[in-house]
């Protein structure tokens, strides 16, 4: 309510407010009985008109609405008068109870944290491996991936080019229930510089991208792999000199044949001379610790349990 | 005093109501109202306490959005069976106007059926009509105190366990009462039932005849599909009046003026005036006259149901009767069935069970081992009736079409589970682009649960 420039108006608003309501107070008291000639002889009481007459003789009848129905329109001002002084309508005045809008979400969120809180926090106290093995707390997990996973990671968590698949036993950081779900707490920032420049010339970004895939048997030119080999000393840094990665950085394992962003020739080279970047976001303060604590479970299951073993 | 001054009244615009004291009548028409008070009532009062394969038998789970009825189990996906039935009620409501005027106001509106049985209460405690007239009358003492206090309590059980038994449509009546021995009640039960007493209470034992003339949109409306064709409670004119006591010699009709068809009017109209807004169509005052042209031995029905027509024509009660069938009762009749067939049978075709076909969005398509090109869908599996399942998916559309994921799916009853499946076709198979395709979800133990679902499969170029 502090969008005006001036003052006057929420002082303009709540008056034009508060003479309506009592105007309408005066208007039903005024015209809850009307003074009208009486003509010789006639009662007009008794004959039922109002007492207006039109058009020479066209007369309103008088046909009088229930008491208590008059009685219900004084309530409503009453009411009205009593729901501007407790809750906010009056200019900026914030109303008795100080009720906002905007709270009624948080009061809301605060009502189901109760309700499932308990249950949250019983598989919090939990090993992840031991929630993991209960089959509601599965049912709890495959919900909230559907929910807050699924666009990035698919709903068979299976990825798609540049967000993991989580089904394997490939892991970028780690795939111990712990890592997970530190993964999932705190997010992950993958980073992969950009290569053109220190790598030389397009021929050796080539070079080496033929050894890279040449790692793990995938389809390459034997002779520009080996002319590659010298220069991937600069990428050995991050993923090892065999190539296997390093997962306390992040640095995928060029050794198997999951790509991240794909393993034909001109991705890996794109990859090397652009370089990726690559954000998880964290869920801590959005989801809470219980939750992301059965998330993690769900997630390690995907690639542990038993059930999936069968899934190839 | 030259110029007179006017006179000056004042004519006020409001007035109090003047209390009605309908007297008690027996008759055909009574009993009838009665008949329907008894059948609704143990409807009502009855239902919630009636099991069904071990749960309530009719249980509206606001919380769950589950609603149980007998054998079936609603959600809100079920939404158009509540519409159909709505729109079954208005054209029944229609057609009984139009037939016999406000039939469902006289003898099984809520509003008439509680006035009646707080009528009853009051008759019992406080006395015949002239009775209760002399009781208001009276100063206060000790004998008024309790015979008011008698009534109002008995009002008061009364409505209290109407409550009761509305919010038992609501939450499980046996957790309800539960609740209430162990001082329990969660705030919006108390508040309903509060509210619905409350209702009851003012309605029937205050308000009563006020709510139709006043506030009920119905009673208003039901006069524009009257025509001189429907049968009303009518007083006939032209064999009763002139009226005025027999045997002094004057020519009189056969109406005595003995008021009785006022006094047992629960609107407090004379329907010796003809037609009125105010008249509900409880033909007391048919069962009131009868009573008395017995008495006088005269032939019965001076007032009876019949329609403007024959009365002011003088139809004889075949002529009158074959008037009925007129083109809009007819075409409102085959409207009722229609609708109601339909009803029916979507009730009886009714699958319980229910699927969303939902495509992943993130995911366009992948390529997998041996070029196989693989799409991702979300199922959401909606197990509607209460008996748990295992079911079969099975997927249609492309050649070479075959799931990746397992087939089976074991889903408890009243559940909805949203299953992620991936669906192959080897290399080369579908058109680029969308190709439609069909899920298939059986009940592995009862094939007749089945629904099918269109989707897109989507083949990259």
Redesign the interface.
Same mark, same amino acid.
């Given at each position: 309510m502090s969008d005006f420039t001036s003052g006057f108006w929420n002082i303009y608003i709540a008056g034009l407010t508060i003479i309506s309501i009592l105007g309408c107070g005066i208007l039903l008291w005024s !015209?809850?009985?009307?003074?009208?000639?009486?003509k010789?002889g006639e009662?007009?009481?008794s004959v039922g008109t109002? @007492?207006h007459v039109w058009d020479v003789d066209l007369t309103e009848l008088?046909t009088?609405?229930? &008491?208590?129905?008059?009685w219900l329109f004084y309530i409503t001002i009453v009411f009205a008068l009593a729901y501007l002084f407790l809750y906010p309508g009056l200019g900026s005045y914030a109303g008795k109870l100080g009720w906002k809008s905007s709270e009624a979400y948080q009061s809301e969120l605060k009502k189901a944290d109760a309700e499932y809180g308990p249950l949250f926090n019983k598989y919090l106290q939990q090993d992840i491996k031991a929630v993991a093995a209960d089959p509601q707390a599965h049912?709890i997990g495959? &919900?909230l991936f559907?929910t807050y996973c699924?666009?990035?990671? @698919?709903?068979?968590? &299976? @990825?798609?080019k540049g967000?993991p698949n989580l089904t394997d036993k490939d892991w970028l950081y780690g795939g111990d229930p712990d890592v997970i779900k530190t993964t999932i707490l705190h997010g992950r920032n993958g980073q992969m510089p950009s290569m053109a420049a220190a790598l030389g010339s397009d021929k050796d970004v080539e070079n080496v991208a033929h050894y890279v895939l040449s790692l793990s048997d995938s389809t390459h030119d034997p002779i520009k792999a080996v002319f590659g080999k010298s220069k991937f000393a600069i990428c050995a840094g991050c993923h090892g000199a065999n190539g296997a990665g390093n997962q306390a950085l992040g640095a995928p394992n060029l050794s198997d044949k999951i790509w991240l962003y794909g393993g034909g020739v001109e991705t890996v080279m794109e990859t090397i001379r652009k370089g990726r970047n690559n954000t998880m976001p964290a869920f801590e303060s959005f989801l809470g610790e219980a939750k992301v604590h059965v998330l993690a479970a769900y997630v390690w299951s995907l690639s542990n349990a038993p059930s999936n073993a069968? !899934?190839k | 005093m030259d110029k007179p001054q006017p006179d000056i009244a004042i004519v006020k615009m409001y007035a109090a109501r003047e209390e009605i004291y309908p007297r008690e009548i027996k008759g055909r028409y009574a009993s009838l109202r009665w008949i329907c008070l008894w059948l609704t009532q143990l409807v009502f009062y009855g239902l919630p306490w009636l099991n069904w394969n071990g749960r309530q038998a009719v249980l509206f789970d606001l919380g769950a959005r589950k609603f149980y009825i007998f054998g079936i189990v609603l959600w809100p996906q079920d939404f158009i069976y509540l519409a159909a039935l709505l729109i079954i009620c208005a054209y029944a409501l229609f057609l009984f106007t139009a037939v016999a005027g406000r039939v469902w106001c006289g003898f099984a509106c809520p509003q008439t059926v509680y006035t009646e049985i707080f009528l009853w209460i009051e008759r019992r405690i406080e006395g015949p009509r002239s009775a209760r007239m002399r009781l208001d009358r009276q100063p206060w003492n000790a004998q008024k105190a309790f015979k008011k206090g008698a009534k109002h309590a008995a009002w008061a059980i009364l409505s209290i366990w109407t409550g009761l038994s509305f919010v038992g449509y609501f939450t499980p009546i046996h957790e309800l009462m539960g609740e209430i021995l162990s001082l329990g009640l969660g705030p919006w039960e108390t508040f309903w039932i509060a509210f619905y007493s409350f209702a009851t209470y003012g309605n029937a034992g205050w308000m009563r005849e006020q709510v139709c003339k006043y506030m009920c949109p119905y009673a208003r409306f039901q006069s524009s599909m009257i025509d001189k064709d429907t049968l009303i409670i009518t007083y006939d004119h032209q064999r009763g009046e002139p009226r005025g006591a027999k045997g002094k010699g004057a020519q009189t009709g056969d109406c005595i003026d003995c008021s009785m068809c006022v006094q047992v009017c629960p609107t407090g109209i004379d329907i010796r005036n003809g037609l009125q807004y105010e008249c509900i169509g409880c033909a007391a005052c048919i069962d009131a006259c009868n009573s008395v042209m017995t008495k006088i031995e005269a032939p019965l029905g001076l007032i009876r149901y019949s329609t403007e027509r024959a009365i002011v024509s003088r139809l004889s009660l075949p002529e009158m009767r074959r008037r009925v069938l007129r083109p809009r009762v007819l075409a409102y009749t085959a409207l009722l069935a229609i609708i109601v067939v339909a009803f029916l049978s979507m009730l009886a075709i009714r699958t319980p069970l229910k699927l969303d076909v939902i495509r992943d969005r993130g995911v366009m398509a992948r390529e997998v081992e041996d070029g196989m090109i693989e799409n991702v869908y979300r199922l959401q599996i909606m197990n509607t009736g209460e008996t748990p399942h295992r079911f079969r998916i099975a997927v249609s559309g492309i050649d070479s079409i075959a799931l990746a994921t397992p087939s089976e799916v074991d889903i408890d009853g009243a559940t909805t589970r949203a299953i992620p499946v991936r669906v192959r076709v080897n290399a080369g198979k579908g058109a680029h682009g969308s190709n439609k395709i069909i899920f298939e979800l059986i009940a592995v133990d009862n094939p007749a649960v089945e629904v099918r679902e269109k989707a897109v499969f989507f083949v990259p170029r």
């Open positions: !015209q809850s009985k009307v003074k009208m000639e009486k010789p009662d007009p009481a109002t @007492g008088n009088p609405m229930p &008491r208590w129905w008059m049912v495959e &919900r559907l699924a666009q990035c990671h @698919g709903s068979d968590a &299976r @990825g798609s967000f069968d !899934q | -």
